[in-house]
């Protein structure tokens, strides 16, 4: 297949949904021969919030360190092969075409059939074995327990702070939340955690507890360095980060760590652009994932930190699954108006819904056909675009002039 058929493919296989268990993946990896080689480490990360720029904070010390790193995200922004890197770069399109050809091959006749999600694992794990790969770091996709990362073996298992999310797959409460993802801690490997909420923080240290596994919290946030991530909280993460190389044994310094944490870069996280206008003076964009309330608390305390006497131009789009009230509260104070938009997914809300999910008090609001209408619009304002990482990718498409395929896993 050339790469437009094989990501075409790869696309058609949603229709068999999102299907949490672990056989398939695990199946799938042995066959595929995409289990991670002997003496590959392995690091593992689960959280409701900041699991991905944990992950990318890892991946950039460790590259500072002289590591070859395979790097697994999700879900891409713009470029599908944004999931998959190898030292920093992209997985190039006929590597991508490759090895969907012969996974396509592969589980023809397979019943249930595998999902996108554990496909792309297993594409991922395939490349990063090709490409000599001594550190691994794995995002989980979802949960934890039955997530697909969960079938690649793991030398420790870190945990970012956990948030009600999801909760039609999850669970209802933080602790039953909590307890997905704290599964993906290993019979007598380390974990490390960033500070809980209560229920959280007793669900994690039972878990370790029957696992037998050393259990670190990281309470304190790393100061005196400059981290390429905007945000306070991206100083914890930072902890987080340094830790977890620390304790897999991965040698480190002030320099490494300097460098590693300085040249970070994690695209949609409080991203601030030129704006999308002829004249280079104009207002900022911003970009932000606040894909739940906290964080969208996050991104709030964000903006008043970085423009502490400016309103925002909000676009906004979410998707129906989402507590889509809850994080306009947090948002909504910041905007001197709101314009409400659609997002390229079957799951998007209609911007006429989300009217009805405003507070009393709202700024002023219009409904906009497409987010281009909305960025068209003139304003004086430093726009910020947030709610939905489908959205923020699109953003970025329109800005690149790239073509963008959100994809529902």
Not at 17 to 43: Q, S, W
Not at 211 to 221: M, S
Not at 249 to 277: C, H, K, Q
Request: hydrophobic share 45%.
């Amino acid at each position: 297949m050339t790469y437009p058929e094989s990501i075409d493919w790869l696309y058609s296989t949603q229709l068999f949904g999102m299907k949490l268990g672990l056989e398939r993946p695990k199946r799938l990896l042995r066959e595929f021969l995409a289990y991670p080689p002997p003496r590959t480490r392995v690091i593992h990360v689960a959280g409701t919030n900041g699991k991905g720029s944990t992950c990318a904070l890892i991946d950039s010390v460790a590259r500072a360190a002289g590591l070859r790193t395979g790097l697994f995200t999700s879900p891409h922004l713009v470029h599908y092969g944004e999931r998959i890197q190898v030292s920093g770069t992209k997985i190039e399109e006929d590597e991508i075409a490759r090895h969907l050809t012969a996974l396509r091959r592969h589980v023809a006749d397979w019943d249930p059939h595998p999902t996108f999600f554990e496909l792309t694992l297993a594409l991922a794990m395939t490349h990063f074995a090709a490409s000599h790969c001594e550190l691994l770091i794995l995002e989980t996709g979802m949960g934890g327990r039955l997530d697909a990362t969960s079938a690649v073996p793991a030398d420790l298992a870190v945990l970012t702070p956990v948030a009600l999310d999801h909760q039609q797959w999850l669970g209802d409460t933080l602790a039953e939340i909590a307890a997905e993802k704290a599964a993906i801690i290993r019979p007598g490997k380390p974990a490390l955690s960033s500070p809980q909420e209560a229920a959280a923080r007793t669900v994690i240290a039972q878990t370790a507890n029957e696992q037998r596994a050393p259990l670190e919290w990281i309470e304190e946030p790393l100061r005196g360095y400059g981290i390429g991530i905007a945000g306070d909280h991206q100083s914890l993460n930072a902890a987080l980060a340094v830790t977890a190389l620390h304790a897999i044994g991965v040698p480190l310094n002030y320099d490494v760590v300097r460098t590693g944490l300085a040249n970070v870069r994690w695209p949609g996280r409080f991203e601030i652009l030129p704006a999308p206008s002829a004249d280079p003076s104009g207002p900022d964009l911003v970009l932000d994932v606040a894909h739940n309330p906290a964080a969208a608390k996050a991104l709030a305390a964000n903006w008043r930190r970085r423009f502490p006497s400016t309103k925002a131009r909000l676009i906004f789009g979410n998707l129906s699954t989402k507590d889509t009230a809850g994080i306009l509260d947090h948002l909504l104070p910041l905007a001197a108006e709101a314009l409400l938009v659609p997002i390229n997914s079957p799951r998007s809300i209609p911007p006429d819904d989300l009217l009805e999910l405003l507070p009393a008090g709202h700024p002023p609001v219009c409904t906009c056909d497409t987010v281009i209408d909305a960025l068209k619009r003139p304003s004086r304002h430093p726009t910020l675009v947030t709610g939905s990482a489908f959205l923020v990718g699109e953003v970025k498409a329109i800005l690149e002039r790239a073509h963008h395929m959100a994809s529902s896993q």
